[in-house]
């Protein structure tokens, strides 16, 4: 599975848009990007995950460049229960089982 | 629906003892897995079960076993405990696993069960 880059802390203002990026520059063209959050102590959530379009649901937006090397977790109205680590994962399907690589995320801190 | 239910919450296990962690989902998924988060670190997988009836090692088995007991209920089983598995244990379910071609396949975790070994 594709290796995924994230800054490993950001800031975001209650109220604004959180935006959250994502290195995957070397993505191949069956792996998916997926989005998980942990919010301190607590198992990871699912948010979201694509493929190559745009996506979006009632927690977040996902945008994937192009080229698929890069893609932004947006959560448009952030709030303080959306501080959490946020974690990038290229999810490849077919052939083995696999599993979810967890790295170490980005630490968003929503702030008053 | 609970979701996905851990017990128990908290345990303290002194060196070489042995206990079991349990897992059920209610979701009617069919595979199941047992992470492990230490702190400061991402979760790593222990094991995971595709399907009922079967079960594949992950990243980090060793000193586990697992027993999926039938479709809803997934245990994690530490023989004889050491220091270096005192940590934060999530199990977590999914429709399917990723050996398919369907995508879709987020995966639920339950609230975790945090271990120390003294």
């Known amino acids: 599975d594709a290796k995924t880059t994230q800054p490993p802390s950001m800031d975001c203002a209650e109220g604004r848009a959180a935006n959250l990026p994502c290195n995957h520059s070397?993505?191949?063209?069956?792996?998916?990007v997926y989005w998980y959050r942990q919010i301190h102590s607590q198992g990871p959530q699912y948010i979201i995950h694509?493929?190559?379009n745009n996506e979006t649901n009632e927690m977040a937006s996902l945008i994937i460049t192009e080229d698929r090397k890069s893609s932004t977790l947006i959560l448009p109205h952030a709030t303080l229960r959306d501080t959490a680590v946020y974690y990038c994962i290229a999810v490849r399907y077919g052939g083995s089982q696999g599993n979810l690589i967890f790295g170490k995320g980005t630490k968003l801190s929503v702030k008053p | 629906n609970a979701g996905v239910t851990q017990t128990p919450k908290f345990q303290v296990l002194k060196t070489g003892q042995s206990m079991t962690l349990q897992c059920a989902q209610d979701m009617n998924h069919n595979s199941m897995y047992w992470y492990r988060q230490d702190p400061g670190m991402g979760l790593r997988l222990i094991y995971y079960?595709?399907?009922?009836?079967?079960?594949d090692k992950g990243e980090v088995p060793n000193g586990y076993n697992v027993s999926r007991l039938n479709k809803r209920e997934f245990s994690l089983r530490l023989e004889s405990a050491a220091p270096s598995q005192t940590s934060v244990y999530f199990c977590?379910?999914?429709?399917?696993?990723?050996?398919?071609?369907?995508?879709?396949?987020?995966?639920?975790f339950g609230p975790g069960t945090r271990l120390t070994v003294l």
């Open positions: 070397t993505i191949s063209g069956n792996e998916y």
């Open positions: 694509g493929l190559k």
């Open positions: 977590a379910s999914s429709v399917r696993g990723l050996a398919g071609t369907q995508p879709g396949n987020e995966q639920f």
């Open positions: 079960s595709a399907s009922e009836g079967t079960t």
